[in-house]
């Protein structure tokens, strides 16, 4: 009998601060570790700035949604970021006009 596939579970990651190098390689290879798929990623520097969106679907994920926060904590705190993450539908909400 075949294996019925996962719904996805599509997060919005949003990261703002500082330009610095490396912002992109940190949580693309911390995803990757953690078997997180990156489906989209949105990305600009306003003057210094940086502001990034990202979907990640994390149906595959090795680690649970409060792990991959606090992942992304750690992250943040060494790299001087602000990075949030939050259910994709929640941020559809949150962001209807």
Sequence with gaps: MAKAKKESQVCIVTVTGEDKVG???R???AMAK???NIVDVNQKIMEDYFVMTMAA???ESTIDLSKIRKMLDKIAKEMSLNITIQDQNIFKAMHRV
Excluded: G, M, R, V
């Design 23 to 25: 912002i992109i390689a």
């Design 27 to 29: 949580l693309a290879n």
């Design 57 to 59: 679907d994390i149906t």
């Design 34 to 36: 953690a078997n997180i």
